[in-house]
């Protein structure tokens, strides 16, 4: 790795405070059809990490004693799940079902 940004022989805040001009555009060649039909339109870029769940979480503050929280920490990785699963059976909700990962 470079020492410094000025080691590659230019100047980095220069590059990016710069404007194309309509004259430089002529530099660029012009897309063909097969290009264009090729091309995917995407504003903002990819979506990064987890998928989106068609029901999804939502964080909350619940104040529960410590022997509680402490028992399901006890259980290891996935507590909070398992305290979720607790929940809807108390409450009688429906399980949802889960989509297998396919990796």
């Known amino acids: 790795m470079r020492k410094s940004k000025r080691s590659i022989g230019s100047d980095l805040r220069k590059v990016d405070a710069h404007v194309v001009a309509p004259h430089e555009y002529e530099d660029a060649p012009e897309l063909t059809d097969e290009q264009l039909a090729k091309a995917v339109l995407s504003i903002g870029g990819k979506r990064r990490g987890r998928p989106l769940s068609e029901r999804p979480k939502r964080a909350v503050k619940l104040r529960l004693d410590a022997d509680v929280i402490n028992a399901y920490r006890e259980t290891g990785q996935g507590w909070q ?13 429906d399980t949802p079902q889960r989509q297998k990962a396919t990796r």
């Open 81 to 93: 799940m398992r305290a979720n699963a607790d929940l809807r059976r108390a409450r009688k909700l």
